[in-house]
C-alpha cells in the first residue's frame, strides 16, 4: 500500500519546537516533491512547506516562514518538519503528500494522490 505515515506531533508550549517526520511506505521519495500541509478545527486545509527533488529547494507558507524547516532523507525516505517558536494558531493536524508525478515545488493541492494519517500538532500553555 501507497502512503505516507507521518509523526512527531504532540502538545507544545507556545515559543516551543517539535520535529514531525514523513515516512514513505510502498514507494521511495527519490523523484517525488513532498508537501505538508496542515488542517485547523473549523479551517480549510492549507499548505504549509514543499521541498522538490529536482533542486531540494523548499517553499514556506508567510505564516511558517522563518519558523519551520524543512528536509528530506532520501537514504531514509523520509522528509522532516523542523518547526520552531511555535505559535497557538499553529495548532493542526499536519500531513504529508505528494502528487507521483512533480520533482518541483509547489503542489496543487487538488492533484495529491498520496497521504498520510497525519499527526496532531497542538500549540497551548
Known amino acids: 500500500q501507497v502512503q505516507f505515515v507521518e509523526s512527531g506531533g504532540g502538545l507544545v508550549q507556545p515559543g516551543g519546537s517539535l520535529r514531525l517526520s514523513c515516512a514513505a511506505s510502498g514507494f521511495t521519495l527519490d523523484y517525488d516533491a513532498i508537501g505538508w500541509f496542515r488542517q485547523a478545527p473549523g479551517k480549510e486545509r492549507e499548505g504549509v512547506s514543499c521541498?522538490?527533488?529536482?533542486?531540494?529547494?523548499?517553499t514556506y507558507a508567510d505564516s511558517v516562514k522563518g519558523r519551520f524547516t524543512i528536509s528530506r532523507d532520501n537514504d531514509k525516505n523520509t522528509v522532516y518538519l523542523q518547526m520552531n517558536n511555535l505559535k497557538p494558531e499553529d495548532t493542526a493536524v499536519y500531513y504529508c503528500?505528494?502528487?507521483?508525478?512533480?520533482?518541483?515545488?509547489?503542489?496543487?493541492?487538488?492533484?495529491?494522490?498520496?497521504w498520510g494519517q497525519g499527526t496532531l500538532v497542538t500549540v497551548s500553555s
Open positions: 521541498i522538490g527533488f529536482s533542486d531540494g529547494s523548499a
Open positions: 503528500a505528494t502528487d507521483r508525478f512533480s520533482s518541483s515545488c509547489p503542489l496543487t493541492m487538488r492533484y495529491l494522490k498520496v
